[in-house]
């Protein structure tokens, strides 16, 4: 690795690496939707390497983890399935009135209910789920939804980060470094409790105001299951993927045909059940903008330009291995916190896994970058999918009550969002400093 040198082929892949990742943190200025920057730099970087001779269209197709995008489609599917039923409606109403008008109570049982999720299905489709139920439920006790909007986002974006599937760059890690469910879970899952705890402490002093308001309204609406069969079945058949993701490396079935093998459950179950309607929030762009996020990474794997800049981060982590996972976590938080998690994730995977040809002992570096992309989401509104989503549904809101109390400002979510963020990365500090034995062991066989 020391004799490798700079050349015209790594030039060539790190150019349309740059002007990919500035197309699409830059988005919104531009108007080009991601998936559509993302495509184009896929097909840039296969003739840019066929060019070079690094890379080929066939090598393209190989580059793309299809365990990660078989997963979220299936689960995607999965989801789509089980909304029509009105399960979710008729659970985020029942734990409204189980608040009884004590506000700080119904944001823990709304947050917590979409952790849950969070921790099975990616943290964008519960606050998708939730994020209309929420406004509906302060409609009715007359109070401003804007603390539970922006604690389910941040709830979800904390609670996602504890299992193997709850969140897209979990996903992605533990597909490319061959982490199993439990490992992730046994590792994760504790840390991140602890820092969900966190945020809900936080959650009470920055909005104590709001939640010290006595309801002016009741909230005693019942709402019944439409479709009980399909969502009860939805529930069991969720348990049973639940055990199979458990016991999927025992099983040699990968994490995706687990996800798969539900979802073809499902839809067996009904012979009403529509497939255009059972893929009908299949996020069809957002599989789109994977493939070819994973692609443009491919090519510059290839190309050798990733290992040429993994030579100069193996020092550093050879010398001091704890602080270089501190390192990453607090890095990989910021830059998430001003760009999109998902492509700085997808270009740190192969530079961390190269290091394990030094002899390094990666999974602590996975731990860290995992848990620092989760928690830079949290602090401003384009940290993550989700926070997009509550901020465009905030503005809805305030358009059609035409009271500019009900939109989540940019400034707004920096001010909630960013000591939850930096409160959050330190407890995680504290405990990856105190823990450290436990998180460098390496991986079971």
Known sequence: MEDLVFNDAMLASA???????????TEYLHGFERSKVAA??????????QIYGFYSPEEAVEAVDWNVIFLLAAMMTIVS???????????????????????????????SAVTFLSLLLDNVTTV??????????????????????LAAALLSDTGGIGTLVGDPPN?????????????????MGWPVLICWIGVLVMLRFLFAKQLAEKPEGEFTEVVEIKDKWTWNASLIILGAMVVLFM???????????????????????????????????????????????????????????????????????????????????????????????????AAMIPIILGQETQGINVPPLCWGLAIGVGLGGNGPHIGSTANVFIVTISERLAREENDPSFLITP???????????????VIATILMYVFWGWFETPLPE
Do not use: C
């Not at 009105?86 to 709304?110: C, P, T």
């Not at 996903?171 to 590792?187: E, K, L, P, Q």
């Not at 400034?411 to 990365?425: E, H, I, N």
């Open 15 to 25: 150019i349309v690496l740059t002007i990919t990742f500035v197309g699409i943190f």
């Open 40 to 49: 184009t730099g896929a097909v840039a970087m296969v003739v840019v390497g």
């Open 81 to 111: 399935i089980m909304i029509p039923t009105g399960g979710f409606n008729a659970l985020a109403y029942k734990l409204a009135r189980m608040s009884k008008g004590r506000l700080y109570l119904m944001m823990v049982l709304i947050g």
């Open 128 to 149: 998708v789920i939730f994020g209309p139920l929420i406004i509906l439920i302060a409609r009715a006790q007359k109070i401003n939804p804007i603390p539970y909007l």
């Open 171 to 187: 996903i992605m890690i533990g597909s490319a470094a061959d982490i199993d469910f439990n490992t992730f879970v046994i590792r």
């Open 247 to 345: 016991l999927h490396r025992a099983l040699h079935w990968e994490a995706w045909f687990v996800a798969v093998l539900g979802m073809a459950a499902l839809v067996l179950t009904s012979r009403k059940l529509i497939m255009d309607i059972a893929v009908e929030h299949v996020e069809i762009p957002l599989l789109m903008f994977f493939i070819g996020l994973f692609m443009i990474v491919g090519g510059v794997e290839h190309s050798q330009f990733l290992i040429w800049v993994g030579s100069f981060i193996t020092p550093f982590v050879q010398s001091d291995l704890l602080l270089a996972t501190i390192v990453l976590m607090w890095v990989g938080a910021v830059l998430s916190a001003a760009i999109d998690n998902i492509p700085f994730t």
């Open 411 to 425: 400034g707004l979510w920096f001010r909630k969002g960013s000591p939850v963020m930096f409160g959050t990365l």
